[in-house]
């Protein structure tokens, strides 16, 4: 499995349709109405990102899988993205809610699934919600066996993003990247994500380290870069990255909580092309 047999390009670029609220006073149709929205606005009729990512973007689950109704509700709302939108579109339930993704990925039949925690030990760490704080535990045993019945690629996040969970020191230090990137992929991830926090950009150091490991591996693996990305900074990365997920830098201002802004997707998309496609 390569990004390009399930993206069509050879470095994507995912856009995020952020759900930031699945109970809203003015009821769901206001939620898909708001993500309809923001999704068009990120493929531009074929012109915009590669592919869509979906989440939930403030949960608020004492554990890490979500209500049913919240469920529901998410595979309600990316029904109408897939009916109206005709994009590569994918899935992310926070706070790590593998169960419910690839329930919603067969549903709807995606093309990918992101988890946030995989293999690595995490303590969950919000920073816009005022959840319960608690341990995230993978069972990686678990994910393989609600995986069956879909062909969803699946791709996680290495140590974690940051303003979303805490990587859990072990025996007081720190595993490498590469280490956790190698024990996700044992366990049957299709890719890794290397993030630092919503906004901010994980080193260039460090998504190379990786990039340098997925290549020499006994399993070659594509690396992804899942935060900070703007049109700045995407000559760079990408010239070592397979892809990204940007999410901030599309809203307007530049603010996560605001709609997408066209303008700043055309942008983007115009750095990409220009010296990626």
Known sequence: MTLESIFGVKKPIIG?????????????????????????????????????????LKEESNNSFVAEETVKRMSSVIDAIVTEVDAVIGVNVPPNDYR???????????????LDVYTDRAMTYFTQTKGVQFDVVVDPADVRKYREGTSAALFVNIHTKGDKQLTLEDSGRYEPLTESAKRAV?????????????????????????????????HVFPVIVGSGMTPRLVPEFLRHADGAIVGKYFKAGGITDNPVDGRRVEEFMRTVRAQFR
Do not use: C, W
């Not at 003015?26 to 493929?43: E, F, K, M, P, W």
């Not at 260039?204 to 020499?216: C, G, I, P, Q």
């Open 100 to 114: 419910a993704a690839f329930r919603i990925a067969r549903e709807q039949g995606l093309s990918f699934v992101q």
């Open 186 to 218: 044992d366990y049957g991830a299709d890719g890794v994500v290397v993030t630092y926090a919503t906004g901010s950009a994980p080193t260039l150091a460090a998504v190379n380290d990786v990039k340098r490991f997925a290549e020499t591996s006994s």
């Open 16 to 56: 995020m349709v952020h759900l930031a609220d699945l109970y809203p006073p003015q009821g769901l149709d206001y939620v898909i109405s708001r993500a309809l929205a923001d999704a068009r606005s990120l493929h531009l009729g074929g012109k915009g990102v590669d592919a869509l990512l979906v989440e939930n």
